[in-house]
């Protein structure tokens, strides 16, 4: 059974461009969660998105969105980037939501010049 | 805003030392992870404990629940070098897919 999937591995942007970033849950999870791991602030939640709805959202400015498509694949955008965003974007899926259980992907390492 | 303190922020041991981790919190949650992460990886789940005061055993590994729900801990027996990684735990306070990480003990383990 493939792993939780995250596309691109490596991303290096400049100041005021855009990014999106993938990710693809295991086969047959339908519940995706998006956290930012930074050395400052640790793991921190972004959002969670179920059944194609976000059903949770943390505390991050409106540049930061996401959706979900209807095979579960997920998408994270960051608009307006700034050097502060330059962190490790991780992906996490579960069966649902309230499966106590999440498998975290690799992440993606985005930077920010 | 739900924090969660983990202690100390680094350890550096030698192989066959014992050693706790501390996760410490003043909020109650209903559940609580214990995640081991390295370097180009994500967290992966070691344990999820449930009730106040419960004891885990995995190997080497002993993870421990407070009565309150609101902090845990982690000790390892006998640390290995295969042991060594950045130790997260996570609280969960409504759903599960919803994490609340603490700071992070990163463990090294020499020979």
């Known amino acids: 059974k493939a792993g939780v999937t995250q596309t691109p591995r490596y991303l290096i942007k400049t100041r005021g461009q855009q990014v999106t970033l993938s990710c693809s849950p295991i086969?047959?999870?339908?519940?995706v969660s998006w956290y930012q791991q930074t050395p400052g602030q640790g793991l921190q939640f972004l959002f969670e998105y179920f059944s194609e709805t976000q059903r949770n959202k943390g505390n991050f400015p409106g540049r930061f969105s996401g959706r979900q498509f209807s095979n579960s694949r997920s998408e994270m955008n960051v608009s307006t980037l700034e050097l502060g965003d330059s962190a490790l974007y991780l992906c996490?899926?579960?069966?649902?939501?309230?499966?106590?259980?999440?498998?975290f992907g690799p992440g993606t390492r985005l930077t920010v010049l | 805003t739900q924090l969660l303190e983990q202690s100390p922020q680094f350890l550096s041991i030698q192989e066959g030392e014992n050693l706790t981790v501390y996760c410490n919190s003043s909020?109650?949650?209903?559940?609580l992870q214990w995640y081991r992460q390295e370097p180009g990886e994500g967290p992966v789940l070691l344990v999820t404990v449930v009730t106040g005061g419960e004891v885990k055993k995995l190997k080497r590994l002993t993870f421990q629940f407070g009565d309150a729900r609101k902090d845990s801990s982690l000790h390892i027996t006998a640390a290995q070098p295969g042991d060594t990684g950045l130790y997260l735990c996570a609280g969960v306070a409504g759903t599960a897919s919803k994490l609340t990480f603490g700071t992070g003990t990163r463990l090294q383990v020499t020979l």
């Open positions: 909020s109650v949650f209903s559940s």
């Open positions: 996490a899926s579960s069966f649902d939501p309230n499966y106590n259980e999440q498998f």
């Open positions: 086969s047959g999870h339908r519940s």
